[in-house]
């Protein structure tokens, strides 16, 4: 079956530590997102890429780096300089194209710090 | 103040009875977006509208452009709808924004 594949889904991280949040998709679609959720708030965009090698920054994209190297793969690395990373963080794709069509999520990765 | 607003927030039915969830947004939209996350996390698209009226099994959804609102509708609730329902607008193309949930809770 297709889908969106986050792992792992609950990290824990230590101050002053980088950590990196997988998300692997086999829908082919070109379009990736990060989101970040907070409790009482809506998702909020991180990082987008709409096509391989290319990205743009969201609404919060202070404190984390993203890369898309492949299709499949736009992983999320959570810098030391974003000092409040407990939060939960979902992974989208889309396939953008004439008609409007839904984003597809994976099941989110919880971070905390230690 | 946010883009997409929704009501109510909390909203607690009986099973069986018939429960609307609004959603207002004060932009420009290419379509609307309907969303249940479950406890767990995980996050299932229902509907995507951009205009009229969309009908899955116990499920509709309405969407009123020129007012720039949307309706969630269950039918004879279940228990198994508990979940939280988000509302989210496709603007540009390829971005969308989203409104902070509808928490349901059906009691049995």
């Known amino acids: 079956d297709g889908g969106i594949t986050q792992s792992p889904k609950y990290l824990f991280r230590k101050e002053g530590q980088n950590v990196t949040l997988s998300c692997e998709q086999n829908?082919?679609?070109?379009?990736m997102y990060w989101y970040r959720q907070d409790p009482g708030q809506g998702l909020r965009l991180i990082y987008y890429?709409?096509?391989?090698?290319?990205?743009q920054k969201g609404d919060i994209a202070e404190g984390y780096s993203v890369s898309r190297e492949k299709k499949e793969s736009f992983p999320l690395t959570v810098t030391s300089a974003q000092k409040n990373p407990t939060a939960f963080y979902l992974c989208?794709?889309?396939?953008?194209?004439?008609?409007?069509?839904?984003?597809?999520f994976g099941d989110g990765t919880r971070l905390s710090i230690l | 103040k946010n883009e997409v607003e929704q009501s109510p927030q909390n909203l607690t039915a009986q099973e069986g009875e018939f429960i609307t969830i609004n959603c207002s947004y004060s932009?420009?939209?290419?379509?609307l977006h309907w969303l249940q996350q479950h406890p767990g996390g995980g996050i299932v698209s229902l509907f995507m509208?951009?205009?009229g009226k969309k009908k899955h099994g116990r499920l509709i959804a309405t969407i009123n452009i020129q007012e720039k609102h949307s309706s969630l509708h269950i039918t004879a609730s279940h228990p198994r709808d508990s979940a939280v329902y988000i509302c989210?607008?496709?603007?540009?193309?390829?971005?969308?924004?989203f409104g902070t949930g509808t928490s349901l809770t059906v009691i049995p």
């Open positions: 989208a794709s889309m396939r953008p194209g004439p008609g409007n069509q839904p984003q597809h």
């Open positions: 890429s709409q096509i391989v090698n290319d990205f």
């Open positions: 829908l082919n679609h070109d379009a």
């Open positions: 932009v420009g939209i290419s379509a």
């Open positions: 509208l951009s205009s």
């Open positions: 989210a607008v496709l603007r540009g193309g390829n971005q969308f924004y």
